[in-house]
């Protein structure tokens, strides 16, 4: 069956860096886009981009260009987001979503919960 | 594309029927005369679910208690016969303009 695992969450201080990582099984991972989704503690659902799993190549929602990367590792069928030089406000859990066009979002990992503290 | 979801909590009783908006600053209507709207389940602690995509098709395994229906840029979702299993947060979704934009989501509860 299809899954997408999230690694585990991470405890960061302000200026660290942290990368998430999503590994698909249970079908061709270069196939379906992959994207990314942020929710700030009792807050909301906001895309945050996806990447082209086929081609690598990325694309970044406005607010998420420049400290945000999104990567691949292809030949393990897993997605990457890292985010540099962390901020208290990039505390949230991070989901990866599998894309197909017409349906949208069929599959989410389960969140991956990042924390900003010092 | 702003999306506006309303109401932002909705109090029901167990067996009623429940009715979420979500309406779009822009027409929703890919130029394949398709329209991408979509409605997700959040439990407490949980990731997101996909109910609907399309505005009326559900995934598989969801109950046919749960039905979206609109056009252009007016939608809604109504649930038939609220379950204990269907409380949450509802959240809609536009995709076919870039950035996706979330409705900022309706939480289900008990009156």
């Known amino acids: 069956q299809i899954q997408l695992v999230q690694s585990g969450p991470e405890l960061k201080k302000p200026g660290e860096s942290v990368k998430i990582s999503c590994k698909a099984s249970g079908y061709t991972f270069t196939d379906y886009a992959m994207h990314w989704v942020k929710q700030a503690p009792g807050k909301g659902l906001k895309w945050m981009g996806w990447?082209?799993?086929?081609?690598?190549?990325?694309t970044y929602a406005d607010d998420f260009k420049g400290r945000f990367v999104f990567s691949l590792e292809a030949s393990a069928s897993t997605a990457n987001l890292q985010i540099s030089n962390l901020k208290n406000e990039d505390t949230a859990t991070y989901f990866c979503?599998?894309?197909?066009?017409?349906?949208?979002?069929?599959?989410w990992g389960q969140g991956t919960l990042v924390t900003v503290s010092s | 594309v702003l999306v506006t979801q309303t109401p932002s909590s909705l109090p029901v009783s167990l067996g009623d029927q429940a009715s979420i908006s979500c309406k779009s600053s822009k027409s929703l209507v890919h130029n394949n005369g398709i329209t991408y709207l979509a409605w997700f389940l959040q439990k407490p602690g949980q990731l997101p679910q996909s109910l609907i995509h399309?505005?009326?098709n559900r995934f598989s395994g969801v109950p046919d208690r749960f039905s979206g229906s609109g056009s252009v840029s007016d939608f809604t979702l109504k649930i038939s016969r609220v379950e204990p299993e269907d409380l949450g947060v509802y959240y809609c979704l536009q995709y076919v303009h870039y950035p996706l934009t979330f409705g900022s989501g309706t939480k289900l509860e008990i009156k």
């Open positions: 979503a599998r894309w197909r066009v017409y349906y949208g979002f069929a599959y």
């Open positions: 990447i082209n799993t086929y081609t690598g190549k990325p």
């Open positions: 399309t505005v009326s």
